[in-house]
């Protein structure tokens, strides 16, 4: 037999392990490594804890009995109690009552896991048309009937979004079109066709990557910035504060927003196929040795009021879309600082998602109808 205390014993049998005495606080401290012991050191992988020779039970025995099995789970075995006297029995059931088993997890099949993620799929999209449709009406009537929006909201949106984002969406398009125009060149060249280069340019400007490219900085750079405002002012309860003075926090927050975005992306498109020439003029004086004035007179012949049309319906479409979006993501914002990063950036992946669809989209009725 191994003594832990004077009024303590454990010692392993044939089945398992025997403990005796006082298990108490006071006698629990230096049993506990012996127990361990034992049970890692028995042959045995089932074990049973006879229990029939202890005496007296306090609370901590009563906790360091219930743990006995968890900490030979630990050790790769499997433990029991049993035997121990009716008169401490009621006593241990009383102090560390059994927890119930859990319920055995179910296995969702595929088809219950498809269907879980599609509920919660079409239970997102029904929310953003709900969304898409009050926007859209309150932009409409906002034309109309002015309450509920702030005086002056509006050019202050659009100087945000339109005018402090000039140079950047002009530095990167006359980069794009002195790139697309050297990509061009070194295809047509083979052939003699250097001069329609410019007339690829400015149909691939017009209609494709200028509102394309101009849509993609913008999402970047305002569309993450609304998705930060709208989950930042949830955050702060401001517009819980807004609608408990009876204002409508779509009307008064978000509306401004999007008219802005409507109103500046079309006029961005139309600055960054101004600029995205320029780039591919630049490239035909240096590269291909084409006269400035030939150059862009080439490309004012190939181009027609459709592919300016086409672009700005295009912009136009993404300007709209881009604010929606953000819009709804910063809704549905939930936790902290953690939580506003997380829907800004799901706002800006969406956003370019829904370009892509939605350029994808335009493309094909264009080209069926035109």
Not at 227 to 233: D, G, L, N
Request: hydrophobic share 55%.
């Amino acid at each position: 037999m191994t003594q832990a205390s004077s009024a303590a014993s454990a010692q392993s049998d044939e089945q398992g392990i025997a403990l005796g005495g006082v298990l108490s606080v006071h006698t629990i401290g230096a049993l506990s490594p012996q127990v361990r012991r034992l049970i890692a050191e028995h042959p045995r992988a089932a074990l049973r804890a006879d229990l029939r020779q202890v005496e007296h039970l306090d609370t901590a025995g009563a906790v360091f009995l219930r743990g006995l099995p968890a900490r030979a789970r630990s050790l790769d075995k499997q433990l029991r109690l049993d035997g121990l006297p009716a008169h401490l029995q009621s006593f241990f059931d009383l102090a560390t009552p059994a927890l119930p088993p859990l319920p055995p997890a179910s296995s969702r099949v595929a088809l219950e896991r498809l269907g879980a993620w599609v509920r919660a799929r079409g239970t997102g999209a029904a929310e953003f048309i709900y969304l898409m449709a009050d926007l859209s009406v309150f932009a409409v009537l906002a034309l109309f009937r002015r309450e509920q929006i702030r005086r002056g909201s509006f050019g202050e949106q659009a100087h945000a979004i339109g005018a402090q984002a000039l140079q950047i969406v002009g530095l990167i398009l006359f980069l794009v079109g002195a790139v697309s125009a050297l990509q061009s060149a070194a295809q047509l060249r083979q052939f003699g066709a250097d001069i329609f280069v410019a007339n690829l340019l400015g149909i691939g400007l017009t209609r494709e990557l200028g509102p394309l490219m101009t849509a993609i900085m913008v999402s970047g750079r305002s569309g993450s910035a609304i998705a930060a405002e709208i989950a930042t002012m949830k955050f702060t309860e401001e517009l819980d504060a807004l609608q408990t003075m009876g204002i409508d926090p779509l009307r008064f927050v978000v509306v401004p927003k999007l008219w802005a975005m409507v109103v500046c992306m079309p006029l961005l498109t139309v600055m960054a196929n101004f600029v995205g020439i320029l780039g591919g003029t630049f490239i035909g004086l240096v590269s291909l040795d084409i006269p400035a004035t030939v150059f862009l007179n080439q490309v004012a012949s190939s181009l027609f009021l459709k592919d300016l049309l086409t672009g700005l319906v295009k912009s136009a479409s993404f300007a709209w879309l881009i604010a929606i979006i953000s819009v709804y993501h910063g809704l549905h914002f939930s936790g902290g600082a953690e939580g506003v990063g997380r829907a800004t950036t799901a706002a800006v992946v969406s956003s370019l998602f829904g370009i892509i669809v939605l350029d994808a989209f335009w493309g094909i009725v264009f080209y069926l109808r035109w």
